[in-house]
T-cell receptor, first 113, second 111 residues
Framework: DTGVSQNPRHKITKRGQNVTFRCDPI?????LYWYRQTLGQGPEFLTY????????KSRLLSDRFSAERPKGSFSTLEIQRTEQGDSAMYLC???????????FGNGTRLTVT | SQQGEEDPQALSIQEGENATMNCSYK?????LQWYRQNSGRGLVHLIL?????REKHSGRLRVTLDTSKKSSSLLITASRAADTASYFC???????????FGKGITLSVRP
């Protein structure tokens, strides 16, 4: 069990630029989740996949956000035309499925200047 | 939206004391989970309790669930300085739903 891996750990970008984050889940896990967390708050759900199918996407997610999991393994989260309000920790987690705990990566901290 | 609400928001205790944290939620759930987060790191799963369970133990952790009151508590016994972290409760409403987290409790254990 190598754990959930997220890259990069930190990303600083200028407003208006596009950014892409990658998540490698635990290999046998078929569910993959993306959450966003700001200082002093709990993780806020963004989207999740069952294998390669994106099953739910938060209404909080604008059309600037897109996530993919092309082969049911790793996932990418892209933010287009970043805004300062996008600054947060982006957390990825994976699980075996229903009624199973989530295993989190250490996150990607995004700073938009 | 965040379904779970933890109480208190912050807790400071002496090493060796017990720490009790509470969580309340609004809608019916399939299970409730507790997680810990150290500063700047991802969350670590502590314990999962299903809606048909009332109490669960894991090492120094004891979790209770009262579905009639829509509440749960996490007890950490004989706390250690290494228990200093943020603790979150999260609710799972069903097979195709996501896990919804509360805002968390900051626990400080003084050596």
């Amino acid at each position: 069990d190598t754990g959930v891996s997220q890259n990069p750990r930190h990303k600083i970008t200028k407003r208006g630029q596009n950014v892409t984050f990658r998540c490698d889940p635990i290999s046998e896990h078929n569910r993959l989740y993306w959450y966003r967390q700001t200082l002093g708050q709990g993780p806020e759900f963004l989207t999740y996949f069952q294998n390669e199918a994106q099953l739910e996407k938060s209404r909080l997610l604008s059309d600037r956000f897109s996530a993919e999991r092309p082969k049911g393994s790793f996932s990418t989260l892209e933010i287009q035309r970043t805004e300062q309000g996008d600054s947060a920790m982006y957390l990825c987690a994976s699980s075996l499925g229903y009624n199973s705990p989530l295993h989190f990566g250490n996150g990607t901290r995004l700073t938009v200047t | 939206s965040q379904q779970g609400e933890e109480d208190p928001q912050a807790l400071s205790i002496q090493e060796g004391e017990n720490a009790t944290m509470n969580c309340s939620y609004k809608t019916s759930i399939n299970n409730l989970q507790w997680y810990r987060q150290n500063s700047g790191r991802g969350l670590v799963h502590l314990i999962l309790i299903r809606s048909n369970e009332r109490e669960k133990h894991s090492g120094r952790l004891r979790v209770t669930l009262d579905t009639s009151k829509k509440s749960s508590s996490l007890l950490i016994t004989a706390s250690r300085a290494a228990d200093t972290a943020s603790y979150f409760c999260a609710t799972d409403a069903g097979a195709n739903s996501k896990l919804t987290f509360g805002k968390g409790i900051t626990l400080s254990v003084r050596p």
